[in-house]
C-alpha cells in the first residue's frame, strides 16, 4: 500500500506541471510568434516481482509479475505549428509563412532567434523589434522615405524623398534550425541556440527550405483555445484521481492498522 502513495504523488505532480504547462500555454493565446509548449511523460521503473519465464515445476512462467512505480515528466517541447497570420496594414509588421526566424542582434551583443515580425523605427529609422533590438543584418529607414514595404522574398523597399521608382534598402535573412525544439526560450518572444538546436543556417526567404514573408501582416499564437481548454479538463481529472487514490491507499492503511487480533 505504500507503493500506491507514492506512485500517487509523482501522478499528482506530473499533472501539476502538465497544468502549469497548459496555463503558460493559454496565457500566450494572443502573444505573436508564440509555440505552445506540450508536456510528455516516461513511466518509472517497475518493481519485478516474478520475472517472465521463471521454472515453475516442469513449466514456466508465461508473464511476469511487476508494480509500475509511477510517472515522470520527460520533457516540454515547443510545437513548432504555423501560427495563424493575421493582417495589421503596418507595412513593417513581417509574418514568416514556413520555416525560419529573424535574427536580432540583444544589447550584450549575441545574437536571438524570433518569429514575432512586430518591427518598428528607432530615432534612427533603424527596424527594431518591440524592446529595441536591432534586426539583424541591420536596416535603416531614411527619413521621409515614403511607401516601404517588404517583399515576400524579405527585400526591404521604399520611395526616397526625390526618386520615383522604390529603391532597395536591405536584405532579411532567415535563419533555420536542424531542431526548432532544441531551441531554448528566453522570453520576451526569443530563442537561443543550443547544442541540441544545432547551428544556423542563414540564408534569404524562399530559398533552401526558409519560408517566405508577408509584409503588413504578423503571425499569431499557434495556441488553439479549444485543444488547451480539453487538455486542462483531461490533466484536472487525472489529478483528482491520483488524489483520489492516495486517499484509498491512506484508508486502507488506517484499517489495517485499526485491525485487531481476535
Known amino acids: ?30 502573444t505573436t510568434g508564440f509555440r505552445a509548449n506540450q508536456a510528455r511523460f516516461q513511466d518509472l521503473i517497475y518493481q519485478q516481482l516474478r520475472a517472465a519465464g521463471t521454472p515453475v515445476g516442469s513449466s514456466q512462467v508465461p508473464v511476469a509479475q511487476e508494480v509500475g512505480l509511477g510517472v515522470k515528466v520527460a520533457s516540454s517541447a515547443k510545437i513548432f505549428t504555423q501560427g495563424t497570420i493575421l493582417q495589421t496594414n503596418n507595412p513593417l509588421d513581417i509574418a514568416i509563412e514556413g520555416d525560419g526566424f529573424f535574427q536580432v542582434t540583444k544589447p550584450d551583443g549575441t545574437t536571438a532567434y524570433t518569429r514575432d515580425g512586430s518591427f518598428s523605427q528607432n530615432a534612427n529609422g533603424a527596424m527594431v523589434t518591440s524592446d529595441g533590438y536591432f534586426l539583424n543584418p541591420q536596416i535603416t529607414i531614411p527619413q521621409g522615405a515614403l511607401q516601404v514595404g517588404v517583399g ?95 486517499t484509498t491507499a491512506d484508508q486502507m492503511l488506517q484499517t489495517a492498522v485499526q485491525t485487531k487480533s481476535p
Not at 505504500?2 to 502549469?20: C, E, K, P, W
Not at 533552401?208 to 509584409?215: C, E, I, S, V
Request: net charge neutral; aromatic share 4%; charged share 5%.
Open 1 to 30: 500500500m505504500m507503493r500506491s502513495l507514492y506512485t500517487a504523488a509523482a501522478g499528482m505532480a506530473a499533472q501539476q506541471f502538465n497544468i502549469d504547462t497548459i496555463s503558460n500555454n493559454i496565457a500566450n493565446v494572443n
Open 152 to 246: 515576400a522574398d524579405g527585400a526591404v523597399t521604399a520611395v526616397l524623398p526625390g526618386a520615383t521608382s522604390p529603391a532597395v534598402l536591405g536584405q532579411i535573412q532567415l535563419a533555420r534550425f536542424t531542431n526548432n525544439a532544441g531551441l531554448a526560450p528566453t522570453g520576451q518572444n526569443l530563442f537561443t541556440q543550443t547544442g541540441a538546436s544545432g547551428s544556423p543556417v542563414v540564408s534569404q526567404p524562399g530559398i533552401n527550405g526558409a519560408g517566405t514573408l508577408q509584409g503588413g501582416y504578423t503571425e499569431g499564437s499557434n495556441v488553439s483555445i479549444v485543444d488547451q481548454m480539453v487538455a486542462m479538463i483531461t490533466a484536472q481529472r487525472a489529478f483528482e484521481a491520483n488524489s483520489k487514490a492516495v
